[in-house]
């Protein structure tokens, strides 16, 4: 229980130069360089480019590959690919030859997956084989190719810093064995000693489970959590380009946020709901049930001690820790007035949002209506409705969009809190749509209009975060 697990996301190791200098090595030396695990993400852009652009839709290469009609384009978009890998290679390695050996590491990798693509492509013309059938593994192979790229480049450049890195290449190349990702990660760490070396791990793990299947592209997130676990770390560490604050600067003021500093995975797992990633709420899992902390740092601040989320962690002092949401919400509203007394409504409504990969945020329900918070695609949404209006012809259903702000914290049980977020919103001339506050106080929900998001964030921050951080004094004196 000596070392740590850290995860670098693709936007800090874009800035290479910055992280040697904070994250990697720093003003470490000798043994402070060691016990420490990384688990890299590929450079900024290479995966979009690899698999499909994540908020843009734009086809990369895999995309085009599984898209028939686009004939060989796939191939040029790789070649692309390859070039600009090459492009990251020249940023960051000065010496000639070394950027020989990482452009060799890039040509072997690219035009191995080229091979096996052609190929694949040649056997299913036969007829015999189906290319639809294939297409996860295609993704997973391709995904690979980033982390493998960026790991091996940090191992390199760690080297001729003289640190000594290993390569953990969990990516399967040319590993014909299909193993569970806990064996998949003994077998990478079997000789690793982790006291005199540091292990740079690929983010994507080729294993039994097929990781993209089940988590796409947060599948680096489980490798972290898994390799912590396997390896029995003291604590996991993730380096975002950000700290996790009170609300986002961007909207509140960066002069008006504080970094949360200690909270608990239930906090974590609020966030996740509302698209707000700490962690992967199936990576926060097997953190959580080994007692492992988890510690969200800002990768070039490495003095600040950032955000640790604890299993241990009790409910403390009543208290809003952040306030957020998601601006681009559908409000799903079924109506049936046959509903009242009648059960199977509320599965079949499931089962449709589930057919259709609908996301819920949240639901409310009353005799005769269920409406449903729904994030995704317009068109999978609209084709829920048609489902529903087959199985259900009386019902009424309607769609709108609205904004979903959430004040969450470990204890938001006093009272006060919901009175005080109702009149901060109506001071600031905001009408909800609706509020949800359950029973087990750790999130306060307010649907608002689209066009009063910024405004219901900075109003709730100030009036929850910033003015209630002021009174504590008063309140506890008062108690006393």
């Not at 996301?9 to 030396?29: A, H, Q, Y």
């Not at 890998?85 to 060799?104: C, K, L, Q, V, Y």
């Not at 949240?362 to 529903?388: C, M, P, R, W, Y």
């Amino acid at each position: 229980m000596s070392h740590t697990v850290e995860k670098i996301g693709g936007t800090s190791m874009s800035r290479t130069g910055e992280l040697l200098d904070t994250v990697l090595i720093g003003d470490r030396k000798g043994a402070a360089l060691y016990n420490r695990i990384f688990v890299v993400s590929a450079y900024s852009g290479i995966t979009n480019a690899l698999l499909e652009h994540k908020k843009t839709g734009k086809p990369g290469v895999y995309a085009l590959f599984a898209d028939a009609g686009t004939g060989a384009a796939w191939t040029d978009a790789l070649t692309a690919v390859a070039d600009q890998m090459r492009s990251h290679n020249e940023r960051i390695f000065t010496d000639a030859n070394d950027r020989r050996i990482a452009d060799g590491f890039v040509h072997e990798r690219v035009e191995g997956v080229r091979s096996c693509l052609t190929d694949l492509r040649r056997l299913c013309s036969s007829g015999h084989f189906r290319l639809d059938q294939h297409l996860l593994t295609v993704r997973e192979m391709l995904a690979s190719l980033g982390e493998a790229h960026s790991a091996f480049n940090t191992t390199l450049l760690l080297d001729r810093r003289g640190v000594r890195s290993r390569l953990v290449d969990l990516t399967g190349w040319r590993d014909d064995r299909e193993l569970p990702l806990d064996e998949v990660i003994e077998h990478g760490f079997a000789d690793v000693d982790v006291a005199s070396e540091l292990p740079i791990v690929t983010g994507y793990a080729q294993c039994r489970e097929v990781l993209m299947g089940t988590y796409d592209r947060g599948y680096s997130e489980v490798t972290l959590s898994r390799v912590a676990v396997v390896t029995g770390a003291r604590e996991a560490i993730i380096h975002k380009e950000f700290h996790l604050s009170s609300a986002d600067p961007c909207v509140v003021g960066l002069e008006n946020v504080r970094v949360i500093g200690e909270t608990n995975y239930d906090v974590a797992d609020q966030l996740s709901n509302l698209g707000m990633e700490a962690i992967h709420p199936r990576a926060a899992k097997g953190l959580r049930q080994a007692g492992i902390p988890l510690r969200v740092k800002n990768a070039f601040e490495p003095e600040h001690e950032g955000t640790v989320f604890r299993a241990d962690l009790g409910a403390g002092a009543p208290e809003v820790e952040i306030v957020t949401g998601i601006r681009n919400v559908f409000a799903f509203e079924f109506h049936d007035q046959d509903m009242v007394g009648v059960k199977g409504y509320d599965s079949a409504i499931l089962d449709a949002l589930k057919r259709h990969r609908v996301g819920i945020l949240s639901k409310t329900s009353n005799a005769n209506t269920i409406t449903h918070f729904l994030k995704g695609k317009a068109k999978a949404i609209e084709a829920v409705q048609a489902d529903l209006a087959k199985a259900f012809p009386t019902a009424q259903m309607t769609l709108r969009k609205v904004s979903l702000v959430s004040a969450i914290g470990r204890n938001i049980g006093d009272n006060s809190i919901l009175t005080s977020a109702i009149g901060v919103l109506a001071a600031a001339g905001i009408h909800p749509l609706g509020v949800h506050d359950l029973i087990r106080k750790v999130d306060l929900q307010i649907v608002v209009e689209p066009t009063d998001f910024e405004a219901a964030i900075s109003a709730l921050h100030k009036g929850l975060v910033e003015d209630w951080a002021q009174a504590e004094p008063a309140r506890l004196s008062a108690v006393a």
